[in-house]
């Protein structure tokens, strides 16, 4: 990492599929930030209580897991990783089985709080000890890093939304994959509005994709 006057940290927010990961990599790389994909952090925790049994109806229990998750997330823009316990899960927690209940536990608040936490203080670390950060996620920009730098709010159509996340989890874009993928993306939008406001912007946030214009711009980065 290149060292800047200042720190830099960029929220990037969206719903799912809409090119939030894409776009947040291909920033960290070009700023020479680290990138924090904190979905995928949801995601893991999924996997970590399918491998321990825990009910991901009981809430109270998968917080409790939440707070426990030996988590450890690999921040180098050209090569994310996730480790929990230290083990490699990054193609574990992409599988469609992942994909089908990760809902359940991004939408249990208690487990949005404990994350919430960590993902403040990881941004903290990566700005100490890399200059800045790229963060994308569900409510990075309102709740997790509302005094980010920029902040923008990437936004796409469903059948945009819909390919992409086929070729994201299934390797192509043919009708079979896009259409086993509908019901995840339709469920996690009726989810959404529940949890997060990520397809509002908020009054300085930049709207980005096949939006209308942003209301407002992002907080000026100077020259960095």
């Given at each position: 990492m290149t060292a800047r006057a200042k720190p830099l940290v960029i929220a990037i927010d969206g719903p799912s599929g809409s090119g939030k990961s894409s776009l947040s990599r291909a920033v960290a790389q070009r700023l020479d930030l680290a990138y924090l994909d904190t979905g995928a952090m949801f995601r893991a925790l999924t996997w970590w209580c399918a491998q321990n049994g825990v009910n991901l109806e009981d809430q109270s229990a998968v917080t409790r897991?939440?707070?426990d998750l030996p988590l450890q997330?690999?921040?180098?823009?050209?090569s994310p990783s996730v480790r929990v316990g230290g083990v490699v899960i990054d193609e574990a927690i992409r599988t469609s089985e992942i994909s089908e209940s990760v809902s359940k536990v991004a939408t249990n608040l208690g487990v949005r709080a404990e994350l919430r936490d960590r993902q403040r203080a990881l941004i903290a670390e990566l700005v100490e000890s890399s200059g800045g950060v790229v963060a994308e996620g569900r409510d990075i920009t309102t709740v997790v890093a509302p005094d980010a730098d920029v902040r923008i709010l990437l936004m796409a159509n469903q059948k945009a939304r819909l390919a992409r996340r086929a070729k994201e989890i299934d390797g192509d874009t043919e009708h079979a994959a896009v259409k086993a993928n509908h019901a995840q993306i339709v469920s996690r939008d009726a989810d959404a509005p529940h949890v997060s406001g990520c397809s509002t912007a908020a009054p300085v946030v930049a709207l980005a994709?096949?939006?209308?214009?942003?209301?407002a711009q992002p907080r000026d980065a100077g020259g960095r």
């Open positions: 897991a939440a707070r997330m690999g921040t180098d823009p050209s994709g096949d939006a209308k214009p942003a209301r």
